[in-house]
């Protein structure tokens, strides 16, 4: 028996660039970089004082104050991004879902930001004063939860925290369970809100971050020789999936195919990439073959490409690997050098990302890419978007715990 | 503290720090159906009382308050 096909109808998020997805993806292929100076709180303690925000979102306005207040903002952007996919899906938001809609939403430190702020009170005032809603914003599962309230999803939920792989295994993990024959529809995205003081502090600390605080929007350089660490981002990003035949029964437009998912764990560091990327390698192989294709039919990848030293040489060492000397052929882009690291968020939008270049036939760039690095030499798309009809896109995450989940995207 | 007084400041509360609309805060309101203040809402009304009123409200005192009013009254007695 032949697999179940698995489509994307709709599309909703909020990130550095812009609120919706239209001006997210006139952001991209223009070269618009997300990223700025801090402005949510004060940094002057701290070694990096720039990230990539999420701008003109109120969520009293957008939500109501006492809806708003519940929620910590990783769940706020999450139902404002759900909303414009559901909408762009053609589903009534009116209506609950139900039992054959499932939820997997990837976080990577979920509540960040209310935990935070309960610990504080905590300490300033004691444990009479704690917010009595700080567990159910803290918790990673709460945008998964909320969402699914707030949209009545009654099938299987799952949340994901394998750190900046989250929403490209919770993308993978629901083309499973469609294809699988679970449900026929799966709300699947990812979300984080954790640029907060403690967060820039303890990955400074790390020396993961780049200190370029006087460029901020040229700060994230993927794949240049100058690169020095990535930069924190923001926002959620949700994906409508579902079985090409629910698509097709209710008449909804298709985007692309999620035709092809690897997961794979380096268990090498709980930091640093394996020398030469190998468990990246063979996530790619697995998604490949998933996907039914070979090396010779990938057109583009989005790397996961985060602008670190170590990342960036290792997941171009490979990419070779996997493709060999096809490696210089395929265009590669890295469009976290306009959005910044958006953590468990990034896999979910650089899945969009995917299915718009495949269905817009343009490919974003990598900006700040001045200053080619030796151990770097393929092509990045450097700076300039490029028009080019392709069929098949993949998708790199990989995230701290050596966790690699890769995406692979066909046309038709 | 006249009942009424401790009307406007419970309303004020409400309004200001929950973010329900004002209009819906009359003393006849249902806490759970009418202001949608469910069991976690409900601690964190009674934490704004006690910084408001500078008070303390055990668990049991709130086994009957399923009003506006009559969490009125109750604040009011212990003034």
């Not at chain 1, 952007?77 to 997997?104: C, H, Q, W, Y």
């Not at chain 1, 690997?321 to 890295?334: K, L, P, Q």
């Not at chain 1, 700076?383 to 038709?412: C, D, P, Q, R, W």
Request: charge should be negative.
């Amino acid at each position: 028996m032949s697999k179940r096909r698995v489509v994307i109808t709709g599309l909703g998020t909020i990130n550095p660039i812009a609120n919706n997805v239209s001006d997210t993806w006139n952001g991209l292929i223009n070269g618009q970089s997300g990223i700025g100076s801090i402005t949510s709180f004060d940094t002057s303690d701290l070694p990096v004082s720039f990230a990539g925000e999420v701008k003109n979102f109120d969520a009293n306005e957008y939500m109501g104050k006492q809806q708003a207040r519940k929620l910590d903002k990783s769940s706020q952007l999450s139902i404002f991004a759900t909303e414009e996919a559901l909408k762009d899906a053609n589903l009534n938001t009116e209506e609950r879902l139900g039992p054959n809609v499932g939820i997997v939403f990837g976080t990577g430190i979920g509540g960040i930001g209310s935990t935070e702020q309960a610990v504080r009170t905590f300490d300033e005032r004691g444990a009479s004063r704690i917010n009595p809603l700080a567990i159910t914003q803290l918790m990673p599962n709460s945008s998964t939860g909320q969402v699914a309230i707030k949209y009545g999803i009654e099938g299987p939920s799952l949340t994901i925290t394998t750190a900046c792989a989250a929403s490209a295994n919770a993308v993978g993990e629901a083309k499973n369970m469609i294809q699988n024959g679970i449900v026929d529809m799966v709300i699947a995205g990812g979300t984080e809100s954790g640029t907060t003081a403690m967060t820039i502090g303890a990955f400074a600390q790390i020396r993961a971050l780049s200190t370029n605080n006087e460029n901020p929007k040229e700060a994230c350089k993927p794949f240049d020789k100058d690169r020095d660490g990535f930069v924190m981002g923001e926002g959620s990003t949700v994906l409508v999936m579902e079985s090409e035949e629910s698509a097709i029964n209710r008449g909804a437009e298709i985007y692309g195919y999620v035709a092809g998912y690897g997961a794979t764990t380096d268990a090498f560091h709980i930091t640093a990439p394996a020398e030469g990327g190998k468990g990246a390698v063979v996530a790619m192989r697995k998604a490949i073959a998933d996907a039914g294709l070979t090396i010779d039919e990938v057109d583009y990848i989005n790397a996961h490409g985060t602008s670190t030293p170590a990342n960036d040489k290792n997941e171009t060492a490979a990419i070779k690997t996997v493709f060999g000397e096809r490696a210089y052929e395929i265009d590669i882009s890295s469009t976290k050098s306009m959005t910044g690291h958006l953590l468990g968020g990034g896999g979910a939008f650089e899945a969009m990302v995917s299915v718009l270049t495949l269905k817009n036939g343009v490919i974003p760039p990598t900006i700040n890419l001045n200053n080619p690095d030796e151990e770097c030499d393929l092509k990045y798309t450097p700076n300039n978007a490029i028009k080019k009809e392709l069929s098949t896109a993949m998708s790199n995450s990989f995230g701290f715990g050596g966790h690699n989940g890769v995406l692979v995207f066909k046309k038709n | 503290m006249e009942v009424n007084e401790v009307f406007d400041k419970v309303k004020n509360l409400f309004v200001d720090e929950l973010g329900i609309e004002a209009e819906k805060v009359t003393m006849e309101a249902k806490l759970e159906e009418d202001l949608d203040i469910d069991s976690l809402g409900i601690v964190e009304v009674v934490m704004a009382f006690e910084d408001e009123f500078e008070i303390e409200i055990d668990d049991e005192e709130l086994t009957d308050v399923g009003t506006v009013g009559q969490a009125v009254n109750l604040l009011h007695s212990k003034l």
